[in-house]
């Protein structure tokens, strides 16, 4: 995986730390266990960060991983409901 990509998962990683979400970078997968039954997987392909879910939310560019947590939170907070 190239090296901008590698930082911007483990960016985002550190972003769901932060909101108290255990992730973990596994080759180029960020996985994140979400605590919902649904739980699903943020992924990065390109220059752009996709939640894995039945509808491929696109969460927004590489270098915005702060506002893609905060949305894959929000959405699976509705998804949760």
């Known amino acids: 995986m190239p090296d901008g990509r590698a930082d911007a998962l483990s960016e985002l990683a550190v972003q769901f730390g932060r909101r108290g979400r255990r992730a973990q970078v596994h080759e180029n997968t960020l996985l994140v ?18 939640w894995g879910g039945e509808r491929g939310h696109v969460l927004g560019e590489v270098g915005a991983e702060s506002a893609a947590a905060e949305r894959a939170l929000i959405v699976l907070k509705q998804l949760a409901r």
Do not use: N
């Open 33 to 50: 266990a979400l605590g919902t039954r649904g739980e699903r997987v943020i992924i990065c392909a390109g220059r752009r960060f996709r």
